[in-house]
Nanobody, 111 residues
Framework: QVQLVESGGGLVQPGGSLRLSCAASISIFNIYPMGWYRQAPGKQRDLVAIITYGDTNYADSVKGRFTISRDNARKTLYLQMNSLKPEDTALYYC??????WGQGIQVTVSS
């Protein structure tokens, strides 16, 4: 049973930072791709960032502002979000192997 639990969301002012974490109950953590997705109200769920064994990729809208990383010893995926904008407001989801999803965590960027 794969479980993904996100944390670290909340309300932040424009220009601020947040770090999302995704704790995974996975026996072999460092092999398969993991990613962060987000879904704003009334919109589809979109890829934000993905990390594979040796590579990272980002949506154009977050390049240079967001950084995805993983701690294999802690079996935790991170998303460091800097220079946040109101359009980053969404429910953020952790994904494993393209198949398993966390419950989602809200990020709201507003003054």
């Amino acid at each position: 049973q794969v479980q993904l639990v996100e944390s670290g969301g909340g309300l932040v002012q424009p220009g601020g930072s947040l770090r999302l974490s995704c704790a995974a109950s996975i026996s072999i953590f460092n092999i398969y791709p993991m990613g962060w997705y987000r879904q704003a109200p009334g919109k589809q769920r979109d890829l934000v960032a993905i990390i594979t064994y040796g590579d990272t990729n980002y949506a154009d809208s977050v390049k240079g502002r967001f950084t995805i990383s993983r701690d294999n010893a802690r079996k935790t995926l991170y998303l460091q979000m800097n220079s946040l904008k109101p359009e980053d407001t969404a429910l953020y989801y952790c994904n494993y192997q393209g198949t398993y999803w966390g419950q989602g965590i809200q990020v709201t960027v507003s003054s």
